[in-house]
């Protein structure tokens, strides 16, 4: 079964590959420039077009993107918008060649890639709120973790420079492997998202 996963984000990361592979094809791509305004609807066009010609020269058995987070835990408005829109476009371009998107909860992937969710240990009950810079340290070091193990297996070389974007896709695409393509049909992840 070849699997497509993204990492949806104004960098946009991809990995391709079937169960069988040793290690996906994966990169990353801008979907927009860093700064312009409302460029996610831009973003969306472009990703859509991105995904209408890669499913016309690559076979795509399923889809798989991360699960759009609940709008209450997000931080900016624009992140919220740019999340629900991108998966519309990749809902919809699926949905024009009869292929199924499974949605992903980032978290489930992370831990079932790397053995934990996140870098650090969850906070303790009445500990303080942590700041806006503790809080993108922590993100920063989990990012990075996804990063170090696939450099660990192999997925990516060491000596690359670290792509994040491209990593999350990879979490992601493996999370597929495991819990679609490799698992009986009763016991699916899910059933697509259309």
Not at 13 to 42: I, Q, T
Request: charged share 25%.
């Amino acid at each position: 079964m070849h699997i497509l996963a993204f990492d949806l984000a104004r960098k946009c990361g991809v990995a391709y590959g079937d169960e069988r592979c040793d290690k996906p094809r994966s990169f990353s791509f801008p979907l927009y420039s860093e700064g312009v305004k409302e460029g996610y609807y831009f973003g969306a066009g472009k990703l859509g077009e991105f995904l209408n010609e890669w499913i016309q020269v690559n076979v795509v058995d399923a889809i798989v993107c991360e699960k759009f987070m609940d709008p209450a835990a997000q931080d900016n408005q624009a992140t919220i918008i740019s999340g629900l829109i991108y998966q519309g476009a990749i809902l919809g371009v699926a949905k024009n060649y009869d292929i199924p998107v499974h949605m992903v909860p980032v978290a489930s992937a992370r831990k079932d890639f790397c053995g934990r969710s996140t870098a650090h240990p969850p906070r303790k009950a009445g500990a303080p709120h942590l700041t806006q810079r503790e809080r993108e340290r922590r993100r920063e070091d989990t990012k990075k973790m996804v990063w170090d193990r696939c450099a660990q297996i192999g997925y990516v070389d060491r000596g690359d420079t670290p792509d994040y974007d491209r990593s999350d896709a990879i979490c992601i695409w493996s999370f597929g492997v495991g819990h679609i393509a490799r698992a009986p049909r009763a016991l699916m992840l899910s059933s697509p998202a259309w």
